[in-house]
């Protein structure tokens, strides 16, 4: 491969360097985006309260909202939601009826638009196709899955294995290999030694990407990478960088090299709309299909230590190896074809078939979650690990906002002796977040699990180890939100010497951390009011 020139190195740096002036429109964009929020809110309501209380027409109108009242709560009521959030919704409609029915036709449903699920199912019927041709048969029977080098030893590992391959259309494989990162300024170094090497392609996917060292170190070696004919393709969250990036930087980027395409997933629009409610959460990379990295980390200087915001930003993240990166690359193009007109061979990303040779005990699992269908794959298997773990439950989460199932799931494991220790943030990002995290601690721990907080900073990690012998790393918080509305994406493993890592992470960030205690968490009654009356919205943060 041809070696750039100094002089074209220095030109890619100044080019790169000065990516643009991007403040003044960020927050402009920011900026316009409440002001129309809010006019539509108070436009709404002087609207309502002048046809309530100055129309002829007042006591008809109020009829119809009670009907729409009974209407909704009938359809909440029978609806296949958890109770607690049928409960929260029914109180929000029946008090506020003017913007608790928007808000639950907004953020209720958890639902994405017609035009988008049916974008999206296209996109998988058509890669699915591509998968066919180049794997054949991807029907989930048994010789299938061992065909995929899905293990079949009859553990319990086996029942989640056979939910994700039947139901995430994702199979388990036992080649190749699992590394883990206990931090971001760890696993960095190693993101940017695999770009290094890239010959074929170079695909990213990230919830943020922010001007800084972390960026402009990847830009870069993008852009050196597609001047030397290596494809790159970029998707980004538009609400998740409406802080970070200015509008319309997928043009920009695109504009750099004809090698390098860009996705802006859903542009953020000033208006109440359902859509606005699906991100893209997911963190991957994925280079020649050789290897792929996701976990927590997105592309920004908190998460390699390079930026302080909320003290020390402790993270966590997964290398993988073998046949198991082509679950990447499959989740990946889902959304790319899905959302652009130009749409990619995905074929041409896939390697051959046939992995590396089989291990015995190992298993990785790639999957993904998404609000198109009725089912909460994270939620699923967080709580499969939970009912069957037997010795331990170790959980880092910066969020803590359960449903009743997960709330009950965590409780019961505790009663019946298994170690749960779950750790949060000590330093908050989110203040009210923070307060609805902690309204949970107290029934926790009455159970017996054990509560700490990080109290170095703010841990930004997702993930959990099941009796030191299996775990989920990846991008999927233990809330409402990231369980419901969010595009996710995570990895189970087992069998490997991630395993080990992740442990050992475990028991160090325990040895940094506080546990709280019954004393600790105890509420005065306005503190008690208040998280009661904070719980009503917890489906909303």
Request: hydrophobic fraction near 40%; charged fraction near 25%.
């Amino acid at each position: 491969m041809k070696k750039l020139s100094a002089r074209k190195k220095r030109w890619i740096e100044r080019t790169v360097a000065n990516d643009r002036s991007y403040k003044a429109f960020l927050y402009n964009r920011f900026f316009i985006f409440l002001v129309m929020v809010l006019l539509q809110l108070v436009s709404f309501g002087v609207l309502f309260y002048l046809l309530v209380y100055h129309s002829q027409a007042a006591l008809a109108l109020q009829i119809v909202i009670f009907a729409l009242e009974l209407v909704f709560v009938l359809s909440i009521l029978n609806g296949h939601d958890r109770p607690s959030s049928k409960l929260n919704w029914i109180i929000v409609i029946l008090i506020a009826p003017v913007f608790g029915v928007p808000m639950y036709m907004m953020n209720g449903r958890g639902r994405p638009t017609r035009r988008m699920n049916k974008k999206i199912q296209a996109s998988k019927t058509a890669n699915g196709a591509a998968l066919a041709r180049r794997y054949g048969n991807t029907e989930k029977t048994d010789e299938t899955a061992k065909a995929e080098h899905q293990p079949q030893t009859g553990t319990r590992s086996d029942a989640i294995s056979k939910y994700l391959t039947t139901y995430g259309g994702y199979p388990a494989f036992d080649d190749g290999t699992v590394t883990y990162y206990k931090s971001g300024e760890e696993m960095f170094p190693v993101m940017l030694e695999e770009i290094a090497k890239a010959e074929k392609f170079i695909l990213l996917e990230y919830f943020i990407i922010a001007h800084g060292l972390m960026w402009s170190t990847v830009s870069k070696m993008l852009l050196e990478k597609a001047m030397q004919g290596v494809q790159v393709r970029i998707i980004y969250d538009d609400f998740g960088c409406m802080m970070t990036l200015p509008p319309h930087y997928e043009k920009y980027l695109e504009g750099l090299h004809e090698n390098i395409k860009c996705l802006n997933f859903n542009p953020v629009v000033p208006l109440f709309a359902v859509r606005m409610n699906n991100r893209d959460h997911r963190k991957i990379l994925v280079i020649d299909g050789k290897v792929a990295f996701t976990g927590g980390i997105n592309l920004a200087d908190e998460y390699i230590a390079q930026k302080q915001r909320f003290g020390y930003w402790k993270d966590s993240g997964l290398r993988i190896t073998g046949s198991a990166v082509r679950s990447f690359t499959q989740m990946f193009f889902y959304l790319w074809n899905a959302f652009r007109k130009d749409k990619e061979n995905i074929e041409e990303y896939l390697p051959q078939a046939g992995g590396g040779a089989a291990q015995k005990g190992l298993r990785i699992q790639p999957y993904d979650d998404s609000p198109l269908d009725r089912l909460s794959t994270g939620e699923a298997v967080y709580i499969d690990l939970i009912n069957r773990a037997s010795k331990s439950v170790w959980i880092f989460t910066p969020y803590l906002i359960l449903d009743d199932l997960l709330r009950a799931s965590l409780c019961h494991a505790a009663m019946r002796g298994v170690d749960v220790r779950i750790v949060t943030p000590g330093i908050p990002d989110k203040k009210m977040v923070y307060r609805l995290t902690r309204a949970n601690y107290a029934i926790l721990i009455k159970a017996g699990v054990r509560i700490y907080e990080y109290t170095p900073g703010f841990i930004h990690a997702k993930s959990m180890l099941c009796d030191g012998e299996s775990a989920v790393v990846g991008t999927i918080n233990l809330d409402y939100r990231s369980l419901y509305h969010h595009f996710e994406n995570a990895v189970y493993f087992s069998g490997c010497e991630a395993i080990d890592a992740l442990r050992r992470d475990c028991e160090e960030t325990f040895a940094l951390s506080r546990e709280r205690t019954s004393e600790d968490v105890r509420r005065s009654v306005v503190g008690r009011l208040i998280d009661s009356v904070l719980r009503v919205f917890e489906t909303l943060v």
